[in-house]
């Protein structure tokens, strides 16, 4: 059973910078897609980020690009996501969740249905 652990959510002022963290456990055998969603109270799920684990590609919402960075750390199972000058329009939950089985390119684009398992979710608020 592969378990998802996000960390780092918290309130900020705009313009500030969070770093969240993503780690799983339990790895089938395979090559993971990791990525980063986010809901808002009211609105529905919306990509963020998302990562491919051999090769380390990433992708990004146009509306995070130039200002969020995800990477993942070489020996582990973690993935991070730094947020850097942050928008009050940025607050929401943040959930990371894991591709194992893809298809690839619905994986890397973000799109949640390809995702096999989910965190519990972080809270991010920017206060204005």
């Known amino acids: 059973q592969v378990q998802l652990e996000e960390s780092g959510g918290g309130l900020v002022q705009a313009g500030g910078s969070l770093r969240l963290s993503c780690t799983f456990s339990?790895?089938?055998?395979?090559?993971?897609?990791m990525g980063w969603f986010r809901q808002a109270p009211g609105k529905e799920r919306e990509f963020v980020s998302t990562?491919?684990?051999?090769?380390?590609?990433?992708n990004y919402a146009d509306s995070v690009k130039g200002r969020f960075a995800i990477s993942r750390d070489n020996a582990g199972n973690t993935a991070f996501l730094e947020m850097n000058s942050l928008k009050p329009e940025d607050t929401a939950d943040y959930f990371c969740?894991?591709?194992?089985?893809?298809?690839?390119?619905?994986?890397?684009?973000?799109?949640?249905?390809?995702?096999?398992?989910w965190g519990q979710g972080t809270q991010v608020t920017v206060s204005s």
């Open positions: 969740a894991v591709s194992f089985y893809g298809p690839y390119e619905s994986t890397l684009a973000g799109d949640p249905r390809a995702f096999d398992y």
């Open positions: 339990g790895r089938p055998l395979g090559t993971p897609v």
């Open positions: 990562i491919n684990w051999s090769d380390s590609f990433t």
